[in-house]
């Protein structure tokens, strides 16, 4: 060890500032190197990089570890005579790494003493190439502080990891912590800037081992006059190339040194006229790449699993959207059934006012009936005459209202089922239905507009069979509108008749009374109904009320757009999971393609069992809204 205590590097040089003889050699000592604090600096083309390759080049020869982070790409040239690993970002690299392999690089160097170029001049992503830097920088100082090895990290333009105004990423967080603490694990870092002025002076103060290459701007000589001395500051402005003043604490003292020149290829020089021709490069041992090798294809086989996770996620998720779908036709559907059905309920209940009334008017013929017959004012008999015509009892007309929704056909049969023949007797009949069969309405002289008689027709006089009851040698017309006629009837029938027409009349009158009376609503609790709902709504979390705002404010969309609309971040799962709180609580609904609505006026009529006014209704609703488009407590 004793001929490796000590690296020659320079020789000293007349000029301002020398001390010495010129032409004496310069040597530094390598456990202060490989352990210490340095800095290189210097103007672009003054030789600051030469002076770090020559560094490493002795560092090299001696077999000492080293690992340097290449900003320029201007250290591969080490590889002409070094089994050096290059590792970095592109194909030109012996490896292309990543964070992943941060750990294995730093085993690499310091447990196998493996030199290693950092090249992240490859890396198009500065945020990945500062990533994986911060990495190999943690790795080192933690396995530094085991291993007790001296070792030395070169860091090209330290200035944009340790700035000297502006905020320290984690990268010039990490470098500083090893200049301030590497020193006592054996690991050693050495800074170079070709711009002084920008480093952060908490590092250039604590640097045991500086070099001042030349330096012209007014600001960086300004740093040599208050590091060194102000005699210095004009005097490195007229430094020739390779030519530095370096000052040490194991010297402590200031010379003025010449750097030998490199001895490999200069892949940092400017490029000329002259053909470049590339060196054959060293390639280091494949059982070193393999490593790093078995890393990134873990890593590949890492990513590709993610990917295939993902795209089966996505192909889930494409899936669990269709089914919603499907089920939200399902239930619209559904819903659709439901209404048909209700329409039919409430079209069999608008004829049930007629069938009513025709019972009713059996009944009063059968008691008129009964009732000339103990008056004696007509000569009948108890049994049905068979002399007389075989007639049947009055039947109202039936139209089909196309625009009614009813579509029942010929749902209801001719009242002649309804009626009996008066006293006991038999009758049948049908009903003349001109198209289609429909509400059957009654006609009356005062009936209002609810029992107004079909526009397509008038209803056909049926003759009802009165023998024997009503009159024995004739019959009576009674028109759907309850005013009689007479065919032949006798004289000593007319009361009869008018009997009947005031009986008929008057039933109608009750009827149309009656029948106002139940199309009127009852008198519904709309704010009850308001406070449901608005219960209802308030329970919902913010971003689930916001979507059913964009649904009401925006119309018809998907629950991906509402969500990103609501704040969300349009993940697809959260979306349609808040998209069916909303469904099933009847406030949206799906309209088709993948798309939802709005549908609180259609709950609020529901909730109210279709009992509110349509402006109750709209009261209702724009009292609600306050819940979730103005009201925004959560």
Not at 127 to 148: C, H, N, S
Not at 197 to 221: G, M, S
Not at 489 to 508: F, G, N, R, S, Y
Request: glycine residues 10%.
């Amino acid at each position: 060890m004793a001929e490796t205590e000590q690296i020659t590097v320079a020789t000293t040089s007349a000029g301002p500032g020398g001390t010495g003889e010129p032409g004496e050699t310069v040597n530094l000592p390598v456990v202060e190197l490989l352990t210490g604090r340095g800095f290189i600096t210097g103007k672009s083309g003054s030789g600051k990089s030469n002076t770090a390759s020559v560094v490493a080049e002795k560092l090299l020869d001696n077999g000492f570890g080293l690992l340097i982070v290449d900003i320029d790409g201007e250290y591969y040239g080490l590889k002409e005579e070094y089994e050096i690993l290059h590792v970095g970002g592109d194909e030109e690299c012996d490896i292309q790494v990543t964070e992943d392999h941060a750990g294995k690089i730093a085993s690499l160097a310091l447990e196998q003493n493996v030199p290693i170029i950092l090249d992240i001049s490859s890396f198009l992503d500065e945020e990945e190439a500062e990533t994986l830097l911060t990495e190999v920088a943690k790795q080192l100082f933690a396995k530094a502080k085991k291993q007790k090895q001296p070792f030395l990290m070169l860091v090209e333009e330290c200035h944009e990891w340790m700035p000297e105004k502006g905020s320290m990423g984690e990268v010039g967080k990490m470098l500083i912590k090893i200049g301030k603490r590497g020193r006592k694990h054996g690991l050693g870092i050495v800074g170079i800037s070709q711009r002084p002025a920008d480093v952060k002076k908490d590092y250039i103060t604590q640097c045991d081992w500086l070099v001042w290459h030349r330096l012209t701007w007014n600001n960086d000589t300004k740093v040599v006059g208050r590091i060194l001395d102000n005699k210095y500051a004009d005097a490195v402005e007229d430094l020739d190339d390779g030519e530095a003043f370096m000052m040490n604490d194991w010297a402590e003292q200031v010379s003025r040194v010449q750097f030998h020149r490199k001895q490999t290829f200069d892949a940092g020089a400017t490029p000329g006229l002259d053909d470049f021709e590339r060196p054959e490069l060293k390639s280091v041992s494949d059982d070193l790449v393999s490593e790093l090798e078995t890393i990134s294809d873990e890593q590949q086989e890492t990513e590709d699993r993610i990917k295939e996770l993902r795209e089966e996620l996505d192909k889930k998720n494409s899936r669990i959207a269709e089914l919603e779908a499907e089920l939200q036709d399902a239930r619209d559907l559904s819903r659709m059934a439901e209404q048909f059905t209700e329409a039919m309920l409430d079209q069999a209940e608008d004829y049930n006012p007629g069938r009513t009334e025709q019972e009713k008017m059996r009944r009063q013929r059968e008691r008129f009936a009964e009732q000339s017959t103990s008056d004696g004012d007509a000569d009948t008999d108890s049994e049905t005459d068979t002399d007389g015509p075989d007639e049947q009892p009055p039947e109202p007309d039936e139209t089909a209202d196309a625009t009614s929704g009813g579509g029942f056909g010929d749902a209801f049969s001719a009242f002649a089922e309804d009626g009996a023949a008066m006293n006991g007797g038999s009758a049948s009949g049908g009903a003349d239905v001109n198209g289609s069969s429909a509400d059957a309405e009654s006609e009356s002289d005062a009936s209002s507009a609810d029992a107004e008689p079909a526009s397509n027709g008038h209803a056909e006089n049926a003759d009802v069979a009165a023998n024997g009851s009503v009159a024995g040698n004739g019959a009576a017309t009674v028109s759907v509108n309850g005013q009689a006629e007479t065919d032949t009837a006798p004289a000593d029938d007319e009361d009869l008749k008018a009997a009947i027409a005031e009986a008929v009349e008057a039933e109608q009158s009750d009827e149309a009374t009656g029948s106002a009376a139940d199309e009127t609503p009852s008198d519904v609790d709309g704010p009850a109904v308001y406070a449901d709902l608005r219960a209802d709504i308030e329970e919902l979390d913010r971003k689930t009320r916001r979507m059913l705002a964009y649904y009401r404010e925006q119309g018809p969309g998907t629950p991906l757009n509402a969500h990103f609309s609501a704040g969300g971040s349009g993940d697809r799962t959260a979306a349609y999971a808040r998209n069916r709180e909303l469904r099933l609580r009847g406030l949206v609904e799906h309209v088709g393609r993948g798309k939802y609505d709005g549908r609180l006026a259609a709950l609020v009529r529901e909730e109210s069992d279709r009992r509110l006014e349509a402006d109750e209704v709209e009261s209702v609703v724009s009292r609600l809204e306050s819940a979730f488009l103005d009201g925004d407590s959560d």
